[in-house]
């Protein structure tokens, strides 16, 4: 069963970056695309981007594109994301979720890491 | 871009009860070379991650009640819930995945009456 395990909460200041990491655990982790997920407080589910490990092939949704950067370690199965330039509205909760459909960038997700809490604040 | 849009935004239906929300994509979502209608269901529960429900419009993931049921086509689709229990309370998401960039809708909140 796979189990995906996100670090822990931060807090950052506006202007700099953060880097959020997902380590899998109990399956295959190259052939199966990991998406980041926003849901800001209150609010519903925002898709930032994905990639597959195995091919290194990434995508981001537009408004994230140039600041985010979704990269993989395949020798320890974790994926990260890395988000600059970071301002206010960039606080909420980071989710990394698995792609069910091998090699596709486009699927359904499951399972889903615990959340990361990312604050933004001077 | 694919949008999105659930109706209503939140109800509030009677235990026992069915409930019922809808999910309108903005074009179609069937890919006509397999027939398959690329949306996902999800519920999320206060400080949960979401948790899948249904892929391919209506294959249930194991483990979620048969009172749970997706159907639906091109570009209209809805959750129903039958004899709504106290535990099914949480918000329900749709999610397509015919295109990228992958996209949900806005969420509708399932309370009790």
């Known amino acids: 069963q796979v189990q995906l395990v996100q670090s822990g909460a931060e807090v950052k200041k506006p202007g700099s970056s953060i880097r959020v990491s997902c380590r899998s655990s109990?399956?295959?982790?190259?052939?199966?695309?990991i998406n980041w997920v926003k849901q800001a407080p209150g609010q519903g589910l925002e898709w930032v981007g994905g990639i597959i490990p195995k091919f290194g092939t990434t995508v981001y949704t537009k408004k994230f594109q140039g600041r985010a950067k979704i990269s993989t370690d395949e020798s320890t199965s974790t994926a990260y994301m890395e988000l600059s330039s970071l301002r206010s509205e960039d606080t909420a909760v980071y989710y990394c979720?698995?792609?069910?459909?091998?090699?596709?960038?486009?699927?359904?997700?499951?399972?889903w890491g615990q959340g990361t809490q990312v604050t933004v604040s001077s | 871009d694919i949008v999105m849009t659930q109706s209503p935004d939140s109800l509030a239906v009677s235990l026992g009860e069915t409930a019922t929300i809808n999910c309108k994509s903005s074009?179609?979502?069937?890919?006509?070379?397999?027939?398959?209608?690329?949306l996902a269901w999800y519920q999320q529960k206060p400080g949960q991650p979401p948790k899948l429900l249904f892929y391919w419009a209506s294959a249930r993931e194991p483990g979620v009640p048969d009172r749970f049921s997706g159907s639906g086509s091109g570009t209209d689709f809805t959750l129903t819930i039958s004899s709504l229990q106290a535990e099914d309370v949480a918000v329900y998401y749709c999610q397509q995945y015919y295109s990228i960039p992958l996209s949900f809708g806005q969420g509708t909140k399932l309370e009790i009456k």
């Open positions: 979720a698995r792609g069910r459909i091998e090699y596709q960038l486009l699927g359904w997700l499951d399972p």
């Open positions: 074009q179609t979502i069937l890919y006509r070379s397999n027939n398959e209608n690329y």
């Open positions: 109990g399956g295959t982790f190259s052939s199966y695309t």
